[in-house]
Every structure is written in C-alpha cells, then in structure tokens.
C-alpha cells in the first residue's frame, strides 16, 4: 500500500518529488498524484496518530472498494511482450497495472515485488532472450563451420556445400541457405536472401569479423567491405561486427550454427547428394522444419513466434532486391584495360599508370578513379578472346588503326581519285592476306592529310608512270620532291628562258672550248 502519511510528512519538510520518491520507493507519478489529492480534499500534515494510510486510501479515493489482503496478479504474458517494444520499460508498466489494479478495487503488488514475480515468470518460462533482444532489431550472420559433400554424376569428383545462417535473437527464427563458396559474391546473395525469407529488414546487422565483411575491427574504429557498406545502405540497416574475442556479442548465431550442425549437416550425413541443386533443395526442406519444429520449454515454434511477436517491427524491404556487387581495385596497364577476373574491359587511355576502383555486378562493370565514374560496360557472361574496347578510350592513332579494313580503305580511295585507287588496290593484294597492306594504306592516308588529296593523286600517278610495284617510300620521296605534282607552267615573263652567254661555253661549262 502506498504510505500515504509518509509522503504528506516529507512534502510539509521541503522535500522535492523526486526526494520523495526516492526515499518512500513510490514512483513520481504516484507521489505527484497523492498531494495533488490531499490538496483537493484539504489534508495537511500534522495528522492525527489515530488516522491510519487506509483510512487516507478512502478518502482519497472514494470509488475504490476494500483492498482487503486481495493483490493483483500481474498478466505476465502481455507483459513480456510489451517490454519487447521501443521505449517501454518495467517501470512504465508497473504504473499502467497499478492503475487498472486500483480501477478493479484490488490491490497491486509494489515495484520491487512486481519486478521479482516478472523475471521469475520469465526464467520458469524461458523467456529472457526475448527480453534481452527487441524485435527487428538485429539479424546476427555467419558461416556454418560443417558442410555438405555432393559429388559429380559423371565423374564422381566430390565438392562441398556451405551453409550460411542468419539469425533473429528475438523469436529465434533462422535462415540457412547452401552456397558453392564462401566468397564475397554468395556472402552478399545469402543477405539478400534472408531478408527475402523474413520479408522484412533489421535495424542493426551483426557478422562476425570474416574479411568478406569487416576489413578491420579494431578497438577505435571498424573498416567495413565497401560492398557490404554498400548492401547496408540499400536496405537501411547498420552493420556492427561484433567484437572480438567477445562470444557473448554472437551468442544465438553460434548456438544457431550448432543447432543447424546437428539438424542439417548431421541429419543429411546419410544421404549422397550427385548435384549442387539436389543439396539446395534438402537444406530448404531442412530449414522449414527446424523453423516449424515445436519449442521444448514453451508453446509454439520459431515462426510462429517470429508472425506473433517480431514481424512487425521488422523494417520493410526495398522495392527493388539489391543486385550485389564486388569492389576490387586495379592499376590500368599500357593497354589502358582493366579485368574482372575472366574478361577485359577499356578505360580512357589517360588513366594508364593509375589504381581505379572497380564495381562489378552480375550484368556490369563500372570504373571509378578518386570517386567520380569514369565509364561503364555491359558484363560479358562468357570468356571473349577479344577485349571489349570503346574507340572513345583510345589514343588517335590507335583509333585509326582500329577502324582498319579493306572496304574502309577503297571507299577513301574513291573519293581522292584513280590513281591513289590503283595503288590501294596494289597494298591490299600484293601479300597473302589482306592485313598485310593495311599498314601501307594508313601511310598512304596519312600522306594524304598531310600534302592535300590533288598532289597525293598525282604523286600516285606519277608513281604508276615508272613502276607497277608501287610503294610507300617512293610516294613519300615525290611529295617531299613536290615533283611533277605541281601543274603549273613556266610564266610569259621569259619567253627565251635561260641563256647561257659565250663566257660560258668558252670555259669548258657545257662543252668543249675549242
């Protein structure tokens, strides 16, 4: 019962609401409630020794009917589960009983004694994991420490399964899907996955610090994987690893792990898998029954527990899955390419000698460099010989050089004139392949930049004039030469030309003297 008297005494010495409080062990709300009814009816201390607190209970509380010895026992049940929920603590609840308990005409039980009776329900129960974790809060991960062999139908090679679990601490539910690697690509899938399964997100996720997660932990600062910071923020969710060397932080997905050890890895023992997809598919089955299995120590199972008590709480999930992607880093080459690990892919030229990020995702690859994109190409599914190469990444020449083929060659031809037509035409089909001219044809064009498509034509008529065998050098020789590719004539100005005088042939220039 609460000690009425006592309050009134200590309010009338100068003590604050919360002094009283502290030293009768009544709430603040309580407290605050008594002297605001001792001021409403007029009840001052000193009191009369003969005036008693049940006597003050009916007085200030006239519609209640007598407590007598009868205590209200607390609905233990509804109370586990509204501790689950944000913001809501022992005390606050405590207040709400005591309410309906005095509407009821029944007397509640006092904070201490309410807060023992709970947590030894919640012991006899099994209930304190519920309690220690709320719902959609966190989703602890990891890899099973067990795997599954299959084995090749062919040739009887045998290879291992993995089993990734995720875990909800709050109804216990469980993922466990079986992987062919335990590498960055599967890691991220079986994230995607599980939240897929649960249809929701947590708030907080928890790996242990494997490297295809956490770069480093240490005790002033966590570098996370910039694909799995990346998969974090796609759905809204924070990653905290947990700590190491502290098993406590990791606890359910370490019993999780030896649960699924014993239920699937043990239990499938027997059974010889002879393909990949076989194993998937028994671990599913597997998975559905441990989720539906009843608990030993309380009614229900994990996902009727997880419908009832965490489901809602749990964040929704994107419109869009997250397409995970792999982070790696490169320096770009003299061939200005970059891999994926299978194929090769061009940048711009200009990044040569320079480390860039690359994300890769099932269907593309993107470059960046100090963080902006650079550019991007579509994913090749299968391995290619040939390097994928925009003409933009490229160098001029090697542009040139690029665009090279015959037909390329003859339609430029045509448009500078017959004889420059002739000795392409000579360049591709004087060797035994075709290719073998192409470099010959780009000198020629590059001449052609370089003196004007008039003198190249009549350099290369020229040429034709005096051999059949036309070649690049000799072309090159007449233009520099500008010989008999310059059409203009000699002026009117010297109608006798040049004339030599009798000086001259008396001294033996142009013959003899005498």
């Not at 605001?36 to 009369?48: A, G, I, P, T």
């Not at 996902?303 to 982070?327: C, D, G, N, R, T």
């Not at 960046?368 to 010989?385: I, N």
Request: glycine content about 6%.
């Amino acid at each position: 019962m609460v000690d009425y008297k006592e309050i009134l005494r200590l309010s009338h010495n100068g003590y604050s609401l919360r002094q009283i409080a502290a030293s009768t062990g009544h709430s603040h709300h309580t407290v605050k409630n008594v002297l605001e009814l001792s001021e409403k009816y007029h009840v001052n201390w000193q009191l009369d020794d003969s005036i008693t607190n049940s006597e003050l209970e009916k007085l200030f509380y006239p519609e209640r009917k007598t407590a007598g010895s009868h205590y209200a026992e607390p609905n233990y049940d509804y109370i586990h589960k509204e501790l689950s929920k944000k913001g809501v603590t022992l005390t606050l609840l405590w207040q709400e009983y005591c309410e309906h308990a005095y509407a009821n005409g029944e007397t509640p039980y006092m904070s201490t004694q309410f807060g023992d009776k709970y947590r030894r329900w919640a012991r006899a129960t099994k209930a304190t994991m519920r309690v220690t974790h709320k719902p959609g809060d966190t989703m602890q991960v990891d890899w099973a420490g067990g795997t599954i062999p299959y084995f090749d139908s062919i040739t009887g090679e045998e290879y291992k399964a993995y089993l990734f679990v995720a875990a909800l601490p709050c109804s216990n539910y469980l993922y466990l899907e079986a992987c062919t690697d335990m590498k960055q690509e599967n890691w991220l899938m079986c994230h995607v996955h599980a939240y897929e399964y649960f249809g929701g997100v947590t708030r907080i996720l928890v790996p242990d610090n494997l490297k295809t997660g956490v770069t480093a932990n240490t005790r002033y600062e966590t570098q996370l994987n910039q694909s799995y910071q990346e998969l974090a923020e796609y759905y809204g969710t924070a990653i905290v690893p947990a700590r190491v060397r502290k098993p406590q932080d990791k606890g359910l997905v370490e019993r999780s792990v030896g649960f699924s050890t014993t239920w699937i890895t043990a239990a499938l023992r027997e059974h010889k898998f002879f393909s990949f997809s076989e194993v998937k598919e028994a671990v599913a089955e597997r998975l559905e029954f441990i989720n539906t299995k009843p608990f030993q120590k309380r009614p229900g199972n994990r996902k009727e527990a997880y419908l009832a008590e965490e489901k809602e709480f749990m964040l929704p999930l994107p419109k869009q899955p997250y397409e995970p992607s792999v982070w790696k880093q490169q320096t770009v080459g003299n061939d200005y390419l970059i891999s994926d690990g299978v194929n090769k892919y061009s940048v711009p030229f200009d990044l040569i000698g320079e480390q860039v990020q690359i994300r890769l995702t099932r269907d593309i690859v993107e470059i960046y460099f100090k963080g902006s994109r650079m550019t991007s190409h579509k994913r090749l599914t299968k391995f290619s010989v040939q390097p994928i190469i925009k003409p933009e990444h490229m160098p001029d020449r090697h542009r040139e050089y690029l665009n090279c083929n015959a037909d390329e060659f003859k339609e430029w031809a045509k448009t500078i004139g017959k004889s420059v037509e002739e000795v392409v035409k000579y360049f591709l089909t004087s060797g035994n392949a075709v290719e073998q001219g192409y470099k010959s044809c780009v000198s020629l064009s590059k001449l052609g930049k370089r003196y004007g498509k008039k003198k190249l034509e009549a350099a290369c008529e020229r040429m034709l004039a005096f051999s059949s065998s036309p070649s690049i050098r000799t072309i090159t020789t007449l233009l520099k030469n500008n010989r008999d590719t310059d059409t203009t004539t000699q002026t009117d100005n010297n109608d006798y030309g040049i004339t030599r005088g009798a000086a001259y042939w008396k001294k033996g220039g142009g013959g003899n003297a005498e």
